[in-house]
């Protein structure tokens, strides 16, 4: 995810910079360290990712204890930046192991042959449907779902309902109220546009998207800008006076209000509009030529065992794609349950998504 995905993460891993984490071991399920991790030469494997990844110093400490294996960590934008940078030196990679790809760009990764085959231990506990290689080229680590977000507090004091589904968003009372990110540089921006081809089809959504533009949408490069400079409803949009009480971000944006907020309050200050999400999953892979591949085997297994994915909320502010992993009380209090989210296959993403963006671009970017 632009990420993903993943507002107060992308400040606190931007802090970051290129760090250092570390390794895995165990078989059941609490820890995962792999017999691929051992007897390799080198103690240190390189994880190539976006900005918005982060894991704690403590499950990290673990990962180092538990296998031998330190990672460095090295951070190259938002995730298709990332992605870029792989395609550009495949076979010659950075690292050994790219996190951060997800079903929007999967079909790019793996069209470029830029993974290894591995199947990492304890992938028969990842949700149904989040696979989307047999070939086990990458594995499913996180979930999120792109929704609009509402400022609650606008909407009380208009007396106004807030929109629930895409085709609310083009009524005329919501009209200048809503804004977005680009579908061409952006994660969520991309995710949203997949959301309304899967709810409009492919012959409706650009007219559909020529009505949005005709109510006013704003589009901006991407997510930081939309939601801590546009949006009226987060803590940083307050600050600098935001005026669209409307945003496109993800289903977890309001456990991260009332987790940074202080005080906390009893509710939080922002909605999802459960009708407009679309169903977002990163992966992780082996690069092709990774010059550690015994640790880089051994980090794919780490990442979907249960001490990293019960790891993953309150630092990626996403879900764990483990089903035995349990969810932090904030997220389960605060968090929106999307019981149907919008989703396109990954094989027509693949076969339209240059045109579909293109078209949208037209006509939402002029």
Known sequence: MNTTKKYAATALAAAL????????????GTSAGSGASKGSGSKTVTLVTHDSFNASEKVLK?????????????KSGDAGSALNQEILTKGSPRGDVFFGVDNTLLSRALDNDLFTAYEAKG??????????????????????????NY??????DKKLDPPQTFEDLIKPEYKNLLVTENAASSSPGLGFLLGTIAAQGEDGYQDYWKKLKANGVKVVDGWEQAYHEEFSGSAAGKKAKADRPLVVSYASS??????????????APTGVSTGTCFRQTEYAGLLNGAKNEAGGKALLDFLISRTFQEDVPLNMFVNPVVKDA?????FTEFGET?????????????????????????????
């Open 338 to 366: 999307v019981d149907k989210p919008a989703t396109v296959a990954p094989e027509k993403i693949a076969a339209n998504r240059e045109q579909w963006v293109q078209a949208w671009h037209s006509i939402a970017v002029k």
């Open 123 to 148: 992938l028969d506990r990842v949700a149904d449907g989040t696979e989307q290689d047999d070939k086990h080229r990458v594995t499913p680590v996180d979930t999120g779902d792109i929704c609009v």
């Open 17 to 28: 910079g290129v760090t250092v984490l570390a390794g895995c071991g165990g078989s059941d």
């Open 151 to 156: 400022d609650k507090k606008y909407f009380a």
């Open 62 to 74: 673990q990962f180092t204890k538990e296998s031998g294996y330190t990672v460095e960590l090295l």
């Open 254 to 267: 309001p456990p991260v209000e009332v987790l940074y907020a202080d005080p906390q309050p009893k509710e």
């Open 326 to 330: 349990k969810l932090p009380e904030i």
